[in-house]
């Protein structure tokens, strides 16, 4: 089993920024791909960025492109995502996700644990 806690959201205006974070607690955690994913009311959960196990890899969707990074250090358990020039369309809720295994996976099917999520509201 692994635990996921996500952190670091909140309200901000058009333009601003927020980093999120994820602690991943129970297992090696330098084994495991993460993703970030997003839910806007009434939408499907998509997803935002992944990183591999190791960190040397990393994709993005391409609405974030250029405005958000993902980024881990396995010695303290954590994923972050750096979010600028954020827009209103960007106001969702956050969620990181784990997975073993050496790839990059972009589909929330690919993995298997969830954190309970951080609301991100973008104001115009």
């Known amino acids: 089993q692994v635990q996921l806690v996500e952190s670091g959201g909140g309200l901000v205006q058009a333009g601003g920024s927020l980093r999120l974070s994820c602690a991943a607690s129970?297992?090696?955690?330098?084994?495991?791909?993460m993703g970030w994913f997003r839910q806007a009311p009434g939408k499907e959960r998509e997803f935002v960025a992944a990183?591999?196990?190791?960190?040397?890899?990393?994709y993005f969707t391409d609405s974030v492109k250029g405005r958000f990074t993902i980024s881990r250090d396995n010695a303290k358990n954590t994923v972050s995502l750096q979010m600028n020039s954020l827009n209103p369309e960007d106001t969702a809720v956050y969620y990181c996700?784990?997975?073993?295994?050496?790839?990059?996976?972009?589909?929330?099917?690919?993995?298997?644990?969830w954190g309970q999520g951080t609301q991100v509201t973008v104001s115009s």
């Open positions: 990183i591999s196990r190791g960190g040397g890899r990393t």
């Open positions: 996700a784990a997975r073993s295994g050496t790839s990059i996976y972009i589909l929330a099917s690919d993995y298997v644990y």
């Open positions: 129970g297992r090696t955690f330098s084994n495991y791909a």
